[in-house]
């Protein structure tokens, strides 16, 4: 079955910067795009990056431009999202997430998931 790992969570300072990884099995990686999603408490869940199947292009929500960038490797069947400057509203569990046929923002249209990874920014 299909099975998406997320790694790379923790604490960090404000200012920091964290590496989350996803592995992924299961599934034909190098036709599926991926995508990060993350969820703070209280809130729903939100799109935060996605990358299509070949690595040719990336979207990201504009709360995280220019402070996170996604990449894959698909010889690895991974998937990385690296943050930068992080703040302290960036705390959430991060998701990744997979899906076939055009990349989306949309959580709905996401087939698989992650169990998810906890990031939480100090002050």
């Known amino acids: 079955q299909v099975q998406l790992v997320e790694s790379g969570g923790g604490l960090v300072q404000a200012g920091g910067s964290l590496r989350l990884s996803c592995a992924a099995s299961?599934?034909?990686?190098?036709?599926?795009?991926m995508g990060w999603f993350r969820q703070a408490p209280g809130k729903e869940r939100e799109f935060v990056a996605a990358i299509s199947y070949s690595g040719g292009s990336t979207d990201y929500a504009d709360s995280v431009k220019d402070r996170f960038t996604i990449s894959r490797d698909n010889a690895k069947k991974l998937v990385y999202l690296q943050m930068n400057a992080l703040k302290l509203e960036d705390t959430a569990v991060y998701y990744c997430?997979?899906?076939?046929?055009?990349?989306?923002?949309?959580?709905?249209?996401?087939?698989?998931w992650g169990q998810g990874t906890q990031v939480t920014v100090s002050s």
């Open positions: 299961g599934l034909t990686f190098s036709t599926y795009n």
């Open positions: 997430a997979a899906k076939g046929g055009l990349a989306t923002r949309l959580r709905g249209e996401y087939a698989y």
